[in-house]
Nanobody
Protein backbone atom coordinates (compact mmCIF):
# COMPACT_ATOMS: atom_id res chain seq x y z
CA UNK A 1 0.00 0.00 0.00
CA UNK A 2 1.48 3.31 -1.09
CA UNK A 3 1.19 6.08 1.46
CA UNK A 4 2.28 9.71 1.34
CA UNK A 5 2.48 11.98 4.36
CA UNK A 6 3.10 15.71 4.31
CA UNK A 7 4.91 17.37 7.20
CA UNK A 8 6.00 20.87 8.00
CA UNK A 9 5.07 23.99 9.92
CA UNK A 10 1.46 25.07 9.97
CA UNK A 11 2.30 28.76 10.24
CA UNK A 12 4.88 30.75 8.29
CA UNK A 13 5.52 34.47 8.42
CA UNK A 14 5.37 36.59 5.26
CA UNK A 15 8.68 36.83 3.36
CA UNK A 16 9.96 33.63 4.96
CA UNK A 17 10.53 30.29 3.23
CA UNK A 18 7.92 27.57 3.50
CA UNK A 19 9.39 24.07 3.63
CA UNK A 20 7.31 20.91 3.41
CA UNK A 21 8.40 17.29 3.25
CA UNK A 22 6.51 14.36 1.79
CA UNK A 23 7.47 10.97 3.21
CA UNK A 24 6.61 8.05 0.97
CA UNK A 25 6.09 4.46 2.09
CA UNK A 26 5.17 1.41 0.08
CA UNK A 27 6.96 2.66 -3.05
CA UNK A 28 10.34 4.07 -3.99
CA UNK A 29 10.59 7.60 -5.33
CA UNK A 30 13.26 6.33 -7.74
CA UNK A 31 11.01 3.75 -9.40
CA UNK A 32 11.04 4.35 -13.14
CA UNK A 33 8.36 6.51 -14.72
CA UNK A 34 6.76 7.83 -11.54
CA UNK A 35 6.59 11.53 -10.76
CA UNK A 36 6.14 13.02 -7.32
CA UNK A 37 4.04 16.13 -7.20
CA UNK A 38 3.13 19.06 -4.99
CA UNK A 39 -0.38 20.47 -5.35
CA UNK A 40 -2.09 23.11 -3.26
CA UNK A 41 -5.59 24.36 -2.70
CA UNK A 42 -6.14 27.88 -1.37
CA UNK A 43 -9.23 28.39 0.80
CA UNK A 44 -12.33 28.43 -1.36
CA UNK A 45 -10.41 27.79 -4.58
CA UNK A 46 -9.49 24.90 -6.81
CA UNK A 47 -6.43 22.69 -6.91
CA UNK A 48 -3.22 24.19 -8.27
CA UNK A 49 -0.37 22.04 -9.50
CA UNK A 50 2.92 23.47 -8.25
CA UNK A 51 5.59 21.15 -9.53
CA UNK A 52 7.07 17.69 -9.50
CA UNK A 53 10.27 15.72 -9.20
CA UNK A 54 10.70 12.71 -11.42
CA UNK A 55 12.10 9.28 -10.67
CA UNK A 56 15.43 10.40 -12.16
CA UNK A 57 15.57 13.63 -10.17
CA UNK A 58 14.38 15.93 -12.96
CA UNK A 59 12.17 18.76 -11.75
CA UNK A 60 9.21 20.52 -13.30
CA UNK A 61 7.48 23.67 -12.09
CA UNK A 62 4.40 25.71 -12.73
CA UNK A 63 5.82 28.68 -14.68
CA UNK A 64 4.36 31.25 -12.31
CA UNK A 65 6.10 29.60 -9.34
CA UNK A 66 9.41 28.69 -10.92
CA UNK A 67 11.19 31.74 -9.54
CA UNK A 68 10.47 30.95 -5.91
CA UNK A 69 9.70 27.22 -5.71
CA UNK A 70 12.22 24.42 -5.38
CA UNK A 71 11.63 20.67 -5.17
CA UNK A 72 14.33 18.29 -4.03
CA UNK A 73 14.56 14.77 -2.72
CA UNK A 74 16.38 12.56 -0.25
CA UNK A 75 16.42 9.08 -1.72
CA UNK A 76 17.92 7.59 1.43
CA UNK A 77 14.82 8.65 3.35
CA UNK A 78 12.41 8.20 0.44
CA UNK A 79 11.27 11.80 0.86
CA UNK A 80 10.83 14.80 -1.37
CA UNK A 81 10.65 18.40 -0.28
CA UNK A 82 9.04 21.62 -1.42
CA UNK A 83 10.56 24.96 -0.59
CA UNK A 84 8.65 28.12 -1.41
CA UNK A 85 10.51 31.33 -0.78
CA UNK A 86 9.23 34.84 -0.07
CA UNK A 87 5.77 33.65 0.84
CA UNK A 88 2.80 35.98 1.10
CA UNK A 89 -0.65 35.48 2.63
CA UNK A 90 -1.79 34.38 -0.84
CA UNK A 91 0.30 31.23 -0.35
CA UNK A 92 -2.01 30.13 2.45
CA UNK A 93 -3.30 26.76 1.28
CA UNK A 94 -3.72 23.12 2.00
CA UNK A 95 -0.64 21.50 0.47
CA UNK A 96 -0.77 17.98 -0.92
CA UNK A 97 1.83 15.61 -2.25
CA UNK A 98 0.83 12.99 -4.80
CA UNK A 99 2.26 10.26 -6.98
CA UNK A 100 1.77 10.48 -10.72
CA UNK A 101 2.12 7.64 -13.18
CA UNK A 102 0.34 5.20 -15.46
CA UNK A 103 -2.66 3.62 -13.80
CA UNK A 104 -4.06 0.34 -15.06
CA UNK A 105 -7.80 0.11 -14.52
CA UNK A 106 -10.40 -2.12 -16.06
CA UNK A 107 -8.24 -3.09 -19.02
CA UNK A 108 -7.03 0.42 -19.87
CA UNK A 109 -4.04 2.52 -18.89
CA UNK A 110 -4.63 6.04 -17.69
CA UNK A 111 -2.09 8.65 -16.67
CA UNK A 112 -2.78 10.52 -13.50
CA UNK A 113 -2.22 10.91 -9.78
CA UNK A 114 -3.15 7.74 -8.01
CA UNK A 115 -1.96 8.24 -4.45
CA UNK A 116 -2.28 11.42 -2.40
CA UNK A 117 -1.31 12.55 1.04
CA UNK A 118 -4.02 13.82 3.36
CA UNK A 119 -2.83 17.39 2.98
CA UNK A 120 -1.49 19.90 5.44
CA UNK A 121 -2.74 23.43 6.01
CA UNK A 122 -0.10 26.12 5.87
CA UNK A 123 -1.11 29.61 6.91
CA UNK A 124 1.05 32.59 6.00
CA UNK A 125 0.49 35.31 8.54
CA UNK A 126 2.42 37.64 10.78
Amino acid sequence: QVQLQESGPGLVKPSQTLSLTCTVSGASITTTHYYWNWIRQPPGKGLEWMGAIAYDGSTYYRPSLKSHASISRDTSKNQFTLQLSSVTPEDTSVYYCAREGDIYYNGTYYHGMDYWGKGTLVTVSS
